[in-house]
Structures are given as C-alpha cells and as structure tokens.
C-alpha cells in the first residue's frame, strides 16, 4: 500500500491536467472501491498476491485523491478568505475512528472481512459519484495562467524539489509527520512499557492522542486567523516539544496524559496548514502540493521504524528525543508559512472562473 500512495502522490500532477479535478477526483475513488472490491473477491479465493495487488491499486489511488482534495481544499479555503483545511483534515481523524469501529463491529458481529470490504465498495462507491458532481472542473491554474505541455509541467515539478519555500514547508511536514506517524506506531508500547501501564490504559491514551488532534483541527481554523499560520505551527510545535518532553520523563500517569495531549497538538496543524501554504506558494499548485505531501507521507511511513531501529539501542523512550529536534527545526522553518497575498487573491479568480 505504501508502494501504491507514493506512486500516486507522484503521478497525481499529471492525472488533474489531463482529467479536470472533477473527473480526476471521481476516478481515484472508483479505483480505491475497484480495489476493495477485488481485495473482498481474493479473501474469498484465498488468493494473497491478488490481495497484495489490490493493497497496492488502493495505496495508489489514496495517493493520488490525497493530492487531488488538498488542492481542492486549498482552493476553496483561499475563495471564503479563511481558514478551512485544519477542520477538513480533520474529517481523516474522524474517518480513521469510523473504520476502526465498522472493522469492530463486523468482527463483533462476524461479517466476514470480504463481506465488509465488498460492502463498503459499494456504498463507497455511490457516495463518490454523488460528491464528484459538485466539484467545480478545471485544474486550478491561476486564471489567464498560459498553458503548458507535459514536459513543462514535469521541469516545473522537478523544480519544486529545489524550491527552497516549498523544501522549508518540507522541514516542517517531516517534523510534525514523523511524530504523528511515531505516535501512532509506538505511543501505546511506550506507555505500557516505558512507563508500566496496563494495555488498556495505553489503548485510552491512545484515544486521548487521537480525540486531541481531531478537536484542535475542528476548532483550529479561527485560532489561525487570529495569529497566522507561522505564529500558529510556532506555537504548536512548541507545546508539541513540551508535550514529547513530559511523555518522556513524566513519572506520574497523569503528567504523561498531558505529555499525550500536547504532543496531539504538537502535530495538529503541521499538515493542514502546510498544504495551504504549497499550495499558494507558486504556480501550478497540484505540482506543488505534491512535493510536500510526499515529503509528509516519507515521514509518517520511513520515521516510525527510524525510531524503532534507534529504540534497540537507547530504548523507546530516549528513541522519542528525536521526535524533539525536528519539532524544534520545524519551529524554526515555520516563517516559510507565510501566506502571499497575491496567490491568495489568484486562487480566488481561479475559483470563480472554474465555478
């Protein structure tokens, strides 16, 4: 699956010029339910390279559709002139919470995983095609913007690699990703470990990790248009810092409760706010978008087993001090955030022209 979301992530540029983000949009998700269909038929086959192959066809469609609504989120947040994506980031929290609990539920149940999987294409599949209908087509190039043959298009991707605006927004998605992604990987063994709880108390910190960063999303929008965007990850990353350090020394339960929370925090806003600011940091935003999410995604798939490996030899939770520097450097890269005015107000004619 990992495979397949980089391949996406690299392929989805191109995908949004050719197709239009409405077109483009409704086939990443048809793949996704494609996929799970024939994940659900192969279970039943008991054929494991077929599921091997759907992982990899649904990994490559979550890719590309992750570039594709980041974009269209952008968009849509740049015309209503504040901030949106945090509160759209965090439908992901939501959705991570509604999978596990169906996933619950048909085990509890006993509906088969083919049952489950083959079900949820469908209705997967029904809500695309009724939500594609109302997204605007167009590729989202600022209007009066000349077009562009494809290997233009590709020179103006690969020069986004060496864009130091868009490598600096870089610094802070591998930051904030390596530790959402560390936490989702290692918080529960850290706290029954490290700190001697019962698994059920690690499975409520867990919880505590995950209900903290999906409340700060919901409610982060306006706090941003108080302070902006670096003000914002500064602040963030800070008590995220806070947060790493109270976890990892933290002797009482309670004290490490709150070390969770603020680590939640920590990593709230890096991601979100960071596809904003690729996104309106030049032209061609797909392209750009797409640079930064695969730094983010390299971090959240490539950290947790970084810090497993540097765990054998310091333990778990000294390994999370690493978690700390690169707080500490996306603090410092937070300035590369700053919105530009003029990309805001080109993204808001590029909407209207679309509409």
Do not use: K
Not at 22 to 41: D, E, S
Not at 178 to 203: D, F, I, P
Not at 252 to 274: R, Y
Request: net charge positive.
């Amino acid at each position: 699956m990992t495979v397949g979301a980089i391949l996406g992530l690299l392929g989805s540029t191109p995908v949004l010029h050719w197709l239009g983000s409405r077109r483009a949009i409704a086939a990443a998700l048809l793949l996704i339910t494609a996929a799970l269909a024939v994940m659900g038929l192969a279970l039943i086959v008991g054929s494991v390279p077929l599921v091997a192959v759907a992982f990899v066809i649904v990994g490559l469609g979550i890719g590309t559709l992750d570039v594709l609504i980041n974009v269209e989120g952008a968009a849509v947040e740049q015309a209503a002139g504040r901030t949106l994506m945090p509160m759209m980031h965090a439908a992901w929290s939501i959705g991570v919470a509604a999978g596990a609990g169906i996933g619950a539920a048909c085990a509890a149940l006993g509906v088969s995983p083919a049952a489950q999987l083959i079900a949820e294409a469908v209705l997967i599949a029904v809500a695309a095609l009724v939500t594609a209908a109302g997204i605007p087509g167009g590729s989202r190039a600022p209007a009066g913007e000349p077009r562009q043959d494809r290997g233009a298009r590709l020179r103006q991707w690969l020069r986004g690699w060496l864009d130091w605006r868009l490598l600096l927004i870089g610094v802070v998605m591998l930051g904030v990703e390596l530790g959402e992604g560390s936490a989702g990987n290692w918080l529960t063994l850290a706290v029954r470990n490290g700190h001697g709880q019962a698994a059920a108390v690690a499975a409520l910190f867990a919880a505590a990790f995950a209900a903290s960063e999906a409340i700060t999303r919901i409610f982060g929008g306006p706090i941003v248009d108080r302070l902006g965007r670096v003000r914002t990850i500064r602040v963030t990353t800070a008590l995220g810092v806070v947060g790493i350090i109270l976890f990892i020394l933290g002797g009482n339960p309670w004290i490490v409760l709150v070390g969770v929370v603020l680590w939640a925090v920590g990593v709230s806003m890096g991601f979100p706010l960071g596809m904003s600011a690729a996104a309106e940091s030049g032209p061609d935003p797909a392209a750009r978008v797409s640079v930064v999410a695969s730094i983010g995604y390299f971090a959240n798939l490539a950290g947790p087993p970084a810090i497993g490996v540097l765990a054998q030899s310091v333990g778990l939770l000294n390994s999370l001090w690493l978690i700390v520097a690169l707080f500490f450097a996306a603090f410092a890269a937070a300035g590369s955030f700053r919105p530009r005015p003029a990309a805001r107000e080109a993204g808001s004619a590029a909407v209207s022209s679309s509409a």
